[in-house]
């Protein structure tokens, strides 16, 4: 038997994921040689580190356990997470905190400026929690915070990874007006695993949520990703694809999915790297400007080349 702890914050004793203590441990296999990483040790990772803690900020690096932590904070790439360090919703992959989170710090779009101003970001990478208790999911501070870093840095550019806003009317246009370069939502998984790995959203409106904001402001880059691993068949893949070409998405993302702890959903399978390559070049022949389809591809991972990249491949279809 696993205890679910919380680990993370400074409250370690409060269960991480109280819905999930009850329920029976889920094992996953071995990891293979691919997945292995180095430990975060070096400099530049420290002084993220720092630079995080200064602000009082909270990144998705940290709270999900990303595996990539020490090659990105060593270069000085760290994903952001506003609105707090615990999400309304219960997914059965995420390791972020869930219950009822606090009222919004009215100060953090500007600490999340100067955070990006002081590790010298070219391009920022801005998420946060599910907050279904706000009236606008939050719309509003997203918005708020793409300004703030525009003013603060108006030449960086900005991504943001944003929740579903499920029956939040109107969120989505408030977020889209904001400009942010790049509007990511996670699809996460293939539809027919969205009952026991995100219960709480709809596969289709998580297509037409990107699908909008195309209508609405077709200049945004848009960009999707699942995780692999979660017992999803190839053929239901290869729909994703075409269900996010048809909302026209320009980016995909393809990770494979990493059990936090025992309380979570198991591993189904390790994917081996030649079927994400497999997968990859299925992608573009469907037609997506960029793919990243690799073991520990996360959504954020080399955000800032692939943009670069991205805006190259759009050039070169306009002439
Ligand atoms: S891949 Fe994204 S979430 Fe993971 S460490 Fe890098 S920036 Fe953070």
């Given at each position: 038997m696993v205890v679910v702890v919380d680990t993370v914050s400074a409250t370690p004793l409060r269960?991480?994921?109280?819905?999930?203590?009850?329920?029976?441990?889920?094992?996953?296999?071995?990891?293979?040689?691919?997945?292995?990483?180095?430990?975060p040790n070096t400099r530049g990772y420290a002084e993220t580190r720092n630079i995080v803690k200064e602000n009082g900020l909270v990144t998705v690096c940290e709270e999900a356990g990303?595996?990539?932590i020490g090659e990105c904070w060593d270069k000085k790439h760290a994903t952001f997470m506003i609105m707090g360090d615990t999400c309304t919703r219960a997914c059965a992959f995420c390791n972020v905190k869930t219950g009822m989170p606090g009222a919004l710090d009215a100060l953090e779009p500007e600490h999340v400026a100067e955070a990006t101003f002081k590790l010298g970001l070219a391009h920022i990478v801005v998420t946060s929690v599910d907050r279904d208790d706000?009236?606008?999911?939050?719309a509003e501070h997203f918005a708020q915070t793409i300004r703030a870093i525009r003013a603060r840095c108006p030449a960086?550019?900005?991504?943001?990874?944003?929740?579903?806003?499920?029956?939040?009317?109107?969120?989505?246009?408030?977020?889209?007006?904001?400009?942010?370069?790049v509007f990511n939502h996670n699809l996460e998984t293939v539809p027919?695993?969205?009952?026991?790995?995100?219960?709480?959203?709809?596969?289709?409106?998580?297509?037409?949520?990107?699908?909008?904001?195309?209508?609405?402001?077709?200049?945004?880059?848009?960009?999707?990703?699942?995780?692999?691993?979660?017992?999803?068949?190839?053929?239901?893949v290869l729909q994703v694809m075409?269900?996010?070409?048809?909302?026209?998405?320009?980016?995909?993302?393809?990770?494979?999915?990493?059990?936090?702890?025992?309380k979570h959903h198991a591993v189904m399978r390790y994917v081996p790297?030649?079927?994400?390559?497999?997968?990859?070049?299925?992608?573009?022949?469907?037609?997506?400007?960029?793919?990243?389809?690799?073991?520990?591809?996360?959504?954020?991972?080399?955000?800032?080349?692939?943009?670069?990249?991205l805006k190259a491949a759009r050039a070169a279809i306009s002439g």
């Amino acid at each position: 038997m696993v205890v679910v702890v919380d680990t993370v914050s400074a409250t370690p004793l409060r269960p991480r994921h109280p819905e999930k203590v009850n329920r029976p441990d889920a094992f996953s296999p071995p990891k293979p040689d691919w997945i292995r990483v180095r430990a975060p040790n070096t400099r530049g990772y420290a002084e993220t580190r720092n630079i995080v803690k200064e602000n009082g900020l909270v990144t998705v690096c940290e709270e999900a356990g990303c595996p990539n932590i020490g090659e990105c904070w060593d270069k000085k790439h760290a994903t952001f997470m506003i609105m707090g360090d615990t999400c309304t919703r219960a997914c059965a992959f995420c390791n972020v905190k869930t219950g009822m989170p606090g009222a919004l710090d009215a100060l953090e779009p500007e600490h999340v400026a100067e955070a990006t101003f002081k590790l010298g970001l070219a391009h920022i990478v801005v998420t946060s929690v599910d907050r279904d208790d706000l009236a606008d999911g939050g719309a509003e501070h997203f918005a708020q915070t793409i300004r703030a870093i525009r003013a603060r840095c108006p030449a960086t550019t900005i991504e943001i990874l944003t929740p579903d806003f499920l029956r939040k009317d109107g969120a989505l246009e408030v977020v889209v007006a904001a400009k942010p370069d790049v509007f990511n939502h996670n699809l996460e998984t293939v539809p027919s695993r969205y009952l026991s790995v995100r219960p709480g959203a709809r596969y289709f409106h998580s297509v037409r949520l990107l699908q909008r904001v195309k209508e609405i402001d077709p200049t945004i880059f848009t960009k999707s990703g699942i995780m692999v691993g979660l017992g999803e068949e190839r053929p239901e893949v290869l729909q994703v694809m075409d269900d996010l070409r048809s909302a026209d998405v320009d980016f995909l993302t393809i990770g494979q999915y990493l059990q936090p702890t025992r309380k979570h959903h198991a591993v189904m399978r390790y994917v081996p790297p030649d079927e994400f390559l497999g997968y990859e070049k299925v992608a573009y022949t469907k037609g997506f400007l960029m793919v990243s389809a690799s073991p520990l591809t996360r959504s954020s991972h080399h955000a800032g080349d692939d943009f670069a990249r991205l805006k190259a491949a759009r050039a070169a279809i306009s002439g």
